[in-house]
């Protein structure tokens, strides 16, 4: 819960959503972001970005004499519940959500935000004030009216609110006594077929049904079940459901710290960040994300296999990157930018993070489709480019803009697209193909060995023959590479934290880059720190540290991409899936078994 008297400075805010959009509200029920008509699309509400054109951007509940605000997630779903209260006594509750249910063999899930507002105490005054912008904030839409609606005429769509309010009041956002429960749904220029009232309540009713159910199946560890719980319905929220692409985040160009130019728009889908949120969940059980997600791999893949870092969450390839001028930027921290350039870049793990993505597929008996020998033929041309580009220079996971090297990672990232094919060659009894994919894993391992263990140093390096560290390095005992009480791993997690430890958080390297040193804590690193040292034996300090850090979530259990060492204050783009994802590993890792619940 939160309670706070005044409007957020910081990131304190829940995300809702249904799979089409999704949108963030801050603490006290005003929705600050929010893409039109997907995550992609142009940001209808843009207040978290500054809007210097017009005002608005936001769609706000507004109490008059406004004293404080609760609010929590409804339990085990994505709906969000703020309790506004006033100096006076009265108090109002605003439920927020996106529709969301199984109907006829599919699932309904429209461009469309609910809200539904009820009295709870005293004679509560209020305003409604919706305010959507166009073209990234410099368009104020026209508007027409009816009756019970209201159109505001977005470039390229057309967004319609349907209330039991007086249209009146909404347009001119005049005050009024809330003295009965209220309805307000913004979708497209559809007519409803019912009265709005019994529209939002049997949505709010379905919504809720499909969370709680989609929850219930999750496969969760004895301890930390709110948090799991809570990063596993934001890792749905953030998977496309027409194409099944994965977006990093929701937002674009949050500074990764105070007053820096690294901010980047994350609305895209990366194939190493979803590879993540899709091993992730198939932890939990939550095996159609996987699937949902093979189906966008074969969509944007190459005949050849080759394959960009990141696409578009409809396919899209080129995703050029401009500055918008009409933003002012998170807290007026500007640039504000749309496409990423990243799409131009060579990152060679994405050969491995699609075949351990696909993996689990062959040895799944619950899929609807096991892999097979045909889906097998589809990921040999994958691992056909790891294996050609396993120790040719890249831009590395972290996506360095002006150096190329043989980062370890990447080279780890090919073995393991060879490891795997092995692996699922013998599963498939392919005798040949077991050889050749065993063979190549084997050669490409004693390469990495070889050039990326520094005996000087005594720990592996970030890149073939060089000499820095950094955290991408504590992922090579999950991956299989190394065993976990391999010396050379011990001491390369006992180098990490000497070296890029700072207080509870990790930097995910230190030397500078293009843009200079980094100043703020990349959250999955800490969590993959976590993971390191319960896998070399220090699992009572692991579970120390996963408990601070699980304090350093917002108020409502969500995470951005990076952290301030000192004040702890989040930062980067919002919600982030790699530190969701970093949440669930290591929850997963260090609960206790559920024997001892018995």
Same mark, same amino acid.
């Given at each position: ?39 992609d699309g142009d940001p209808t509400f843009c207040a978290l970005l500054s809007p ?183 890792l749905k929220l953030c998977q496309y459901d027409e194409t099944g692409a994965i ?138 480019? !790891?294996?050609? $580009?396993?120790?040719? #220079?890249?831009?590395? @996971? &972290?996506?360095? %803009?002006?150096? /190329? ?19 699922? !060659?013998?599963? $498939?009894?392919?005798? #040949?193909?077991?050889? @050749? &994919?065993?063979? %190549?894993?084997? /050669? ?30 504590? @992922? ?123």
């Open positions: 819960m939160t309670s706070t008297a005044t409007l957020p400075a910081n990131l304190d805010l829940g995300i809702i959503g249904n799979g089409s959009v999704a949108a963030l509200v801050d603490a006290r029920a005003r929705i600050v972001w929010g893409c039109v008509p997907a995550f210097g054109v017009h005002e608005g951007g936001d769609f706000a509940i507004e109490l008059e004499n406004f004293a404080s605000s609760e609010q929590e997630y409804i339990t085990n779903t994505a709906m969000l519940r703020t309790v506004l209260r006033d100096l006076h006594g009265g108090a109002v509750e605003v439920v927020d959500f996106a529709p969301r249910w199984h109907q006829n063999d599919r699932f309904y899930r429209p461009v469309m935000l609910m809200r539904r507002l009820r009295p709870l105490a005293g004679t509560p005054r209020i305003r409604i004030r919706l305010r959507p912008l166009g073209d990234y904030g410099a368009v104020k839409p026209e508007t027409t009216w009816g009756s019970n609606h209201i159109r505001y005429l977005i470039p390229d769509f057309t967004l319609r609110l349907t209330s039991d309010v007086p249209v009146r009041v909404i347009r001119d956002a005049l005050p009024f006594v809330l003295d009965r429960d209220a309805h307000l749904v913004l979708g497209p220029d559809e007519t409803l077929t019912q009265s709005v009232a019994g529209f939002v309540r049997n949505a709010e009713e379905q919504t809720h049904t499909y969370w709680r159910n989609w929850v219930r199946n999750l496969s969760i560890p004895l301890e930390w079940q709110d948090a799991v719980i809570r990063s596993a319905i934001t977006v990093a985040a929701i937002t674009t160009s949050i500074p990764e710290a105070p007053h820096t130019v690294r901010n980047w728009d994350y609305r895209y889908c990366w194939l190493r960040d979803s590879a993540f949120v899709v091993r992730a969940l198939n932890r939990l059980g939550a095996t159609r994300t996987m699937e949902e997600y093979l189906r966008y791999v074969a969509n944007v893949a190459s005949t050849n296999g080759e394959l960009q870092p990141l696409y578009g969450i409809g396919y899209e390839r080129q995703l050029a990157e401009s500055e918008v001028e009409s933003l002012a930027g998170y807290r007026g921290m500007g640039p504000v930018r749309r496409g990423n350039l990243a799409w131009l870049q060579k990152q060679h793990d994405v050969y491995g993070s699609v075949v351990l993505a696909s993996t689990q597929l062959f040895f799944d008996q619950r899929l609807t489709r096991v892999g097979d020998a045909s889906i097998f033929a589809r990921l040999e041309p994958v691992g056909e480019l !790891a294996y050609a $580009l396993h120790d040719k #220079p890249d831009a590395g @996971l &972290w996506e360095f %803009r002006g150096r /190329e090297e043989v980062h370890t990672y990447s080279s780890v990232m090919c073995w393991a697209a060879c490891d795997r094919l092995a692996r699922i !060659a013998v599963h $498939l009894r392919m005798a #040949p193909q077991v050889k @050749l &994919w065993r063979e %190549r894993a084997d /050669e490409v391992h004693a390469r990495i060995i070889e050039h990326a263990y520094n005996e000087d140093l005594g720990h592996f390096v970030e890149a073939l023959d060089g000499n820095r560290l950094d955290a991408s390095l504590l @992922l090579l005992a999950d991956l299989g590479f190394v065993k976990p009480d391999d010396p050379r791993f011990v001491r390369t997690v006992e180098a990490i934290g000497q070296h890029l430890r700072r207080g509870d958080a990790l930097f995910r390297y230190i030397a500078p880059d293009d843009f200079g040193a980094p100043e703020t804590s990349f959250t999955i690193c800490t969590f993959w720190y976590i993971d390191a040292l319960a896998a070399i034996g220090r699992h009572e300090e692991a579970r120390a540290l996963f408990e601070r850090i699980l304090t350093r979530r917002n108020p409502l259990g969500l995470l951005s991409e990076d952290l301030e060492f000192d004040g702890g204050e989040a930062w980067g783009n919002f919600p982030q899936t790699y530190s969701h994802v970093g949440l669930i590993n290591a929850a997963m890792r260090l609960s206790r078994p559920w024997q001892d619940a018995a």
